[in-house]
């Protein structure tokens, strides 16, 4: 089992006192007591940053910044799957649908034996 479904974190949000986060995890991120809590957690901070005004290119650069991440290869994979560039707004895509690409990107749905 990854970091993502442990924590039921399917986004690998770090933890910042979201509502229903029960805790930090040993490298500072959330943990939730199930998977749609988590979920609903990574659906409030894309609407925060759509609120922003972010594009999906600063969006990406900020969650997952290259200190941490390939944050081209991430960008690159969310733009793919979301049928957007860069530069669009955040605004114009669905979080809902965005989420579920950011969990495929941090693994949450691969399998381990």
Same mark, same amino acid.
């Given at each position: 089992m990854n970091r993502s479904q442990k924590n039921n974190?399917?986004?690998?949000?770090?933890?910042?006192g979201q509502? #229903?986060?029960?805790?930090p995890d040993d490298e500072h991120?959330?943990?939730?007591?199930?998977?749609?809590?988590?979920?609903r957690a990574a659906h409030a901070q894309i609407?925060?940053? =759509? #609120?922003?005004g972010k594009t999906v290119g600063q969006f990406?650069?900020?969650?997952?910044?290259?200190n941490e991440n390939n944050t081209s290869q991430y960008? #690159?994979?969310?733009?793919? =799957?979301?049928?957007?560039?860069?530069t669009d707004p955040l605004s114009d895509l669905s979080p809902y649908a965005l989420?579920?690409?950011?969990a495929q990107e941090e693994g949450y749905y691969v399998k381990e034996a």
């Open positions: 974190n399917p986004c690998n949000l770090r933890f910042a509502v #229903e986060a029960t805790g991120f959330a943990i939730f007591k199930d998977a749609p809590a988590g979920f609407k925060l940053d =759509q #609120e922003r990406i650069a900020k969650y997952a910044p290259p960008l #690159e994979f969310v733009c793919d =799957q979301m049928a957007c560039r860069t989420a579920g690409v950011m």
